[in-house]
């Protein structure tokens, strides 16, 4: 909005520069007219436009106003504004900037004028200011502006859907300070547990509400929850009627500070386990035991799977996918899949059990099925086949020992691998059946297979075939 700051009303006047404006000839008055506005016009005593200066690029549509009306140039409710200017120039009044709008084929033109009456009233000099990149900025000034409100609204109503379900929830829930274990909020639930009053737990010491003997064991929930995103529950026990709860430690960052999500569970209050003795045993077998879901990210697993992958707890391992430990990247598990689907079940699979950054992996032996339908879940068995491997009497090369086992190889190992295998095992079972049909004579083995003696003996040493300290002729 314009304002009496606009006009030359109050302002100081020039002092030692008044007299400059004595001896400044046409040319410079003309290009101090020129300069002061975007739109200059020459008007005489009527209003008729006797000349004008502008940017015909800026301004296309002004072109022709020399001998026009000027409030014919202006939209109707500019007018009234037009009319009210020439009389206060008329009066001899100081001008303030007033705004109207010249229309054109693309939209209406924002100036704001401030007229100046020159050669004692019998002419004006119309100065105009374009508004238009103003009127663009105020509009992206608008427009951010909503935005802003919108998203303030939306994070309100985000906010008190939160509000609700954390005031809501039965489970005592507290948000705590990582640094000071001082508590920053808490739910009506958590105030009833430890018997504080309606809102008398924020600023509080978690610790002054736990007993002295589970301070410890605090301390290390707060510290695991720091460093890991899976901390297994840890039981503790509140002063208030020496209860004892199962507290989960949740950590996170925000406003560059670290909190922590505790959730506050009665030990009476838990559902009580399952004594199913099919989940015992599962339990306690020697053979590792996974569960998976469709997406093959585990779910729960017995104690040998997590002692096979070095693990501190099952919890440590829900949520991580198989691929991570279990076959060569890319390879076992579609195969692994793709049998499920087509005969229901997997049984004896042979494939490596990777921990942490090892790539070759230990060698297992794995069987699995799945479930009915949508979403169901995967089973796995799985036995280390390591020890066995070394038990069996070693080879030459340990090579194959049929066609079966070289099919076996494919996806242990590359094309080029398994080719040089199958050279081989054709090696080695023809040198077997010559030295069978001549019985055992290497000299006319050697001749049968088109070997120099020495090339025979050569492979045979490869191959751990024959006698080796005896010549046979």
Same mark, same amino acid.
């Given at each position: 909005?314009?304002?009496?700051?606009?006009?030359?009303?109050?302002?100081?006047?020039?002092?030692?520069?008044?007299?400059?404006?004595?001896?400044?000839?046409?040319?410079?008055?003309?290009?101090?007219?020129?300069?002061?506005?975007?739109?200059?016009?020459?008007?005489?005593?009527?209003?008729?436009?006797?000349?004008?200066?502008?940017?015909?690029?800026?301004?296309?549509?002004?072109?022709?106003?020399?001998?026009?009306?000027?409030?014919?140039?202006?939209?109707?409710?500019?007018?009234?504004?037009?009319?009210?200017?020439?009389?206060?120039? +008329?009066?001899?009044?100081?001008?303030?900037?007033?705004?109207?709008?010249?229309?054109?084929?693309?939209?209406?033109?924002? =100036?704001?004028?401030?007229?100046?009456?020159?050669?004692?009233?019998?002419?004006?000099?119309?100065?105009?200011?374009?508004?238009?990149?103003?009127?663009?900025?105020?509009?992206?000034?608008?427009?951010?502006?909503?935005?802003?409100?919108?998203?303030?609204?939306?994070? +309100?109503?985000?906010?008190?859907?939160? +509000?609700?379900?954390?005031?809501?929830?039965?489970?005592?829930?507290?948000? =705590?300070?990582?640094?000071?274990?001082?508590?920053?909020?808490?739910?009506?639930?958590?105030?009833?547990?430890?018997?504080?009053? *309606?809102?008398?737990?924020?600023?509080?010491?978690?610790?002054?509400?736990?007993?002295?003997?589970?301070?410890? *064991?605090?301390?290390?929930?707060?510290?695991?929850?720091?460093?890991?995103?899976?901390?297994?529950?840890?039981?503790?026990?509140?002063?208030?009627?020496?209860?004892?709860?199962? *507290?989960?430690?949740?950590?996170?960052?925000?406003?560059?500070?670290?909190?922590?999500?505790?959730?506050?569970?009665?030990?009476?209050?838990?559902?009580?386990?399952?004594?199913?003795?099919?989940?015992?045993?599962?339990?306690?077998?020697?053979?590792?035991?996974?569960?998976?879901?469709?997406?093959?990210?585990?779910?729960?697993?017995?104690?040998?799977?997590?002692?096979?992958?070095?693990?501190?707890?099952?919890?440590?391992?829900?949520?991580?996918?198989?691929?991570?430990?279990?076959?060569?990247?890319?390879?076992?598990?579609?195969?692994?899949?793709?049998?499920?689907?087509?005969?229901?079940?997997?049984?004896?699979? *042979?494939?490596?059990?990777?921990?942490?950054?090892?790539?070759?992996?230990?060698?297992?032996?794995?069987?699995?099925?799945?479930?009915?339908?949508?979403?169901?879940?995967?089973?796995?068995?799985?036995?280390?086949?390591?020890? +066995?491997?070394?038990?069996?009497?070693?080879?030459?090369?340990?090579?194959?020992?049929?066609?079966?086992?070289?099919?076996?190889?494919?996806?242990?190992?590359?094309?080029?691998?398994?080719?040089?295998?199958?050279?081989?095992?054709?090696?080695?079972?023809? =040198?077997?059946?010559?030295?069978?049909?001549?019985?055992?004579?290497?000299?006319?083995?050697?001749?049968?297979?088109?070997?120099?003696?020495?090339?025979?003996?050569?492979?045979?040493?490869?191959?751990?075939?024959?006698?080796?300290?005896?010549?046979?002729?």
């Amino acid at each position: 909005m314009l304002t009496r700051k606009h006009s030359i009303e109050g302002k100081h006047p020039f002092g030692n520069a008044a007299e400059l404006f004595d001896t400044l000839d046409a040319g410079a008055a003309m290009k101090l007219a020129m300069v002061a506005g975007d739109v200059t016009l020459v008007l005489d005593d009527t209003g008729t436009i006797l000349d004008a200066a502008f940017d015909p690029r800026e301004f296309p549509a002004f072109a022709g106003w020399v001998g026009t009306n000027w409030i014919e140039t202006v939209t109707d409710e500019s007018r009234p504004k037009i009319m009210e200017m020439l009389a206060a120039a +008329r009066r001899g009044e100081v001008q303030h900037w007033r705004q109207v709008n010249h229309p054109s084929r693309d939209g209406d033109v924002p =100036i704001r004028y401030a007229v100046l009456s020159v050669n004692g009233g019998e002419h004006r000099i119309a100065f105009g200011r374009d508004l238009r990149e103003a009127g663009k900025l105020q509009q992206r000034l608008l427009q951010v502006q909503q935005s802003l409100e919108r998203d303030y609204l939306r994070m +309100r109503q985000l906010e008190s859907r939160y +509000r609700m379900l954390f005031e809501r929830s039965t489970e005592p829930v507290m948000i =705590i300070e990582a640094g000071t274990l001082r508590i920053r909020e808490a739910n009506p639930a958590a105030h009833q547990l430890v018997g504080a009053r *309606a809102g008398g737990l924020p600023g509080k010491k978690l610790l002054t509400f736990i007993d002295k003997n589970s301070h410890d *064991a605090v301390q290390s929930l707060v510290g695991a929850a720091l460093v890991s995103d899976t901390v297994s529950p840890g039981r503790v026990r509140i002063i208030r009627g020496a209860r004892e709860v199962l *507290a989960s430690v949740n950590g996170f960052t925000q406003d560059r500070g670290q909190f922590l999500l505790m959730r506050l569970v009665p030990v009476s209050d838990r559902p009580a386990p399952e004594t199913s003795p099919v989940l015992a045993l599962v339990d306690q077998m020697p053979d590792a035991f996974v569960v998976a879901d469709s997406n093959l990210e585990i779910v729960t697993a017995n104690a040998a799977f997590v002692e096979l992958l070095q693990a501190a707890s099952v919890d440590q391992l829900r949520g991580r996918h198989l691929s991570e430990s279990i076959g060569r990247p890319g390879i076992d598990l579609d195969l692994i899949e793709g049998q499920i689907d087509q005969h229901g079940a997997a049984r004896n699979i *042979a494939t490596v059990l990777r921990v942490g950054h090892d790539v070759d992996g230990e060698p297992v032996e794995l069987s699995a099925v799945r479930t009915a339908g949508e979403g169901g879940y995967y089973a796995f068995v799985i036995r280390p086949i390591g020890r +066995r491997l070394r038990d069996l009497p070693p080879g030459a090369q340990d090579l194959p020992r049929s066609v079966e086992q070289l099919t076996d190889l494919v996806g242990r190992m590359s094309l080029k691998d398994i080719v040089r295998e199958s050279t081989d095992l054709i090696e080695r079972l023809c =040198i077997e059946a010559a030295l069978s049909y001549t019985s055992d004579n290497r000299a006319s083995a050697a001749e049968i297979l088109g070997l120099s003696r020495q090339s025979l003996y050569s492979k045979l040493h490869r191959y751990g075939l024959g006698n080796l300290t005896g010549e046979g002729e």
